[in-house]
């Protein structure tokens, strides 16, 4: 193996750095719209699963426990494509959404958008 | 006001909900085309400077200090809009890169997808 395979950066080894209490972030966009749908978080447990099934599974921080998106509300997040950043510390995951992806009956958790210092519904 | 505007979840007060070490996630995707293009954090500071100055600035992690996106490189990012998720707690920004987001130099951070457990370069 080259250096440059080995390397986190350029290389072709997924080795994800886990923060402190073995998180990485991930970031939701809609395979269609490519609208940014949430952020979220993985263990490793989770990006294993994520990987095997096509479907996407966090971490709940809240709750501290493993979390299959969509397993009480039926809207499960369909993985279509999964990319990893320079530094292997966040996640892009393309995915088509049975339904909303906010708690809130939204299709984004990003339905508010900051003008003049106060938030703007727009959706 | 309605206990409705009241609510960081509902309500039009830009209210962040910064870690323990002050900082709240900002997802920055490109205006045009919409890909992802970097993951970052914002203290307080950067986030007044961005809206002040509709240009991106961050807190690096690593250098522990407030940090102008292409302040040395020039490769500026030109904030069209942000939002805000339901809770606060992420930041999603449009912009307009003047150059590669990433510092491999690259358009994009997230140039490597995840295919059987592995990284394929897609740029």
Redesign the interface.
């Known amino acids: 193996m080259t250096d440059s395979e080995n390397d986190p950066?350029?290389?072709?080894?997924?080795r994800p750095k886990y923060d402190s209490n073995g998180l990485i972030?991930a970031?939701v966009?809609d395979d269609s719209?490519?609208?940014?749908l949430?952020?979220a978080h993985m263990n490793a447990e989770a990006l294993q699963l994520t990987?095997d099934s096509g479907v996407a599974h966090f971490f709940s921080r809240s709750r501290q426990c493993l979390w299959k998106k969509g397993e009480t509300s039926g809207n499960i997040m369909s993985v279509t494509?999964?990319?990893?950043?320079?530094?292997q510390d966040?996640l892009?995951i393309k995915a088509v959404p049975a339904g909303p992806a906010?708690?809130?009956g939204?299709l984004s958790?990003?339905?508010?958008?900051?003008a003049d210092?106060?938030?703007?519904?727009?959706a």
């Open positions: 950066e350029t290389g072709s080894l997924l972030t970031v966009t719209s490519g609208d940014l949430m952020l990987q494509e999964m990319r990893i950043d320079c530094d966040a892009w906010c708690h809130t939204r958790c990003f339905y508010r958008k900051i210092g106060k938030l703007e519904r727009i």
